[in-house]
């Protein structure tokens, strides 16, 4: 079977065309440019330029393909245009999907982002919740309103679109680069971070990368059309997060917390900087906003309908870091 994929070379992607070419299908994936698919090095992916701004090279992409994943997106924590969270993640969506209807795809799995739902303010999150908050960012804000578009090509189009959000990911990453949350872990383990980020009470949802590319495979197979699951794995706050880091790695450290208003001085800075020199802020205010708040989460709607694995924490801590203290030796 000949199946569409975009976003193949982020840290998801390449997780799931590694997947889909294992199990013998034909992957057309979408690419900016010939060189980014360098790779993806199974002889049943077909690499194709193009862009999800270009309909013409998503068209040439995905004839033939009866599935499409569309898993590309700008996921930045700053732009200095921000409408190009609005280009790539709202009207890059609709390309993909425009096209599918086009082509009479027989069904379509959307990536988007727990965060869309917004934090859990007034109970755990699941895909019923009502938003009881403001949007926090462009990316946040550009995700919800590509979902707004996405129950339109289901209505109005009646095009089988499952979307999937998952939370926090960390893990190895094939290659291209690692999420935030991996990124904290490499710093702990092979740098000397020791700072909790926020209060260090905040508490988050992580999922394994593995489970999030199975979930998009579970998805397409057993996935409701319209419907929305939530791919997530154990809630834990900052600190029991670098304790059972700590515990898992053998690495002992002395954690410290950050006022907030330094924090939100940094990110000012930051920023600053940016708007100024367009060098890419680590962080921004919106972001530090953002992370003030609880996303406790419930996976359950995806392990119950889709079969969704759930990697326990500390296992997933383990193959990560040696995948990290690998990786480093490597390079």
């Known amino acids: 079977m000949k199946i569409f994929v ?6 998801i992607g390449a997780h799931l065309v590694k997947m889909l070419a294992e199990r013998g299908d034909t992957i057309h994936v979408l690419v900016r440019s010939l060189s980014k698919a360098r790779n993806l090095t199974f002889d049943n992916i077909i690499p194709f330029k193009g862009d999800i701004l270009d309909k013409t090279s998503i068209d040439r992409a995905m004839k033939g ?21 609005y280009d790539v993640n709202v009207r890059g969506t609709v390309n993909v999907l425009q096209s599918a209807v086009d082509y009479n795809v027989e069904k379509v799995v959307v990536t988007s982002t727990a965060g869309v739902l ?13 938003r009881d908050i403001d949007i926090f ?6 995700k919800a309103m590509a979902e707004s578009r996405i129950k339109d090509f289901v209505n109005i189009h009646n095009l089988n679109v499952v979307i999937v959000s998952p939370t926090r990911v960390y893990g190895p990453f094939v290659f291209g680069k690692p999420s935030s949350t991996t990124l904290l ?22 999922v394994y990368i593995e489970d999030v590319a199975i979930g998009h495979l579970l ?6 059309k319209g419907h929305t699951y939530l791919l997530g794995g154990e809630n834990y706050d900052y600190v029991t997060f670098y304790k059972k880091l700590g515990k898992v790695s053998g690495i002992k450290r002395k954690m ?8 939100i001085i940094f990110a000012g800075f930051q920023l600053f900087r940016a708007k100024r020199f367009g060098k890419e802020p680590v962080i921004t205010p919106k972001w530090i906003a953002k992370g003030r708040y609880n996303w406790e989460l419930s996976p359950e709607k995806a392990i119950h309908e889709l079969g969704l694995p759930v990697t326990p924490f500390e296992e997933g ?13 490597k390079v």
């Open 6 to 11: 975009s976003g193949s070379t982020g840290s």
């Open 65 to 85: 393909c009866r599935q499409v994943y569309h898993v590309a997106a700008f996921a930045k924590v700053w732009a200095r245009e921000t409408r190009k969270f």
């Open 118 to 130: 917004g934090p859990s303010i007034n109970g755990v999150i699941t895909e019923d919740k009502i």
């Open 137 to 142: 960012n462009e990316y946040e804000g550009s």
């Open 185 to 206: 872990i490499d710093k702990y383990v092979n740098d000397s971070w020791s700072i909790y980020p926020g209060s260090g009470k905040e508490i988050g949802n992580y």
């Open 219 to 224: 998805a397409m197979e057993k996935g409701r």
């Open 256 to 263: 410290y917390k950050v006022p907030l208003w330094t924090q």
């Open 317 to 329: 801590l383990k193959k990560t870091i040696e995948y990290l203290r690998s990786y480093r030796n």
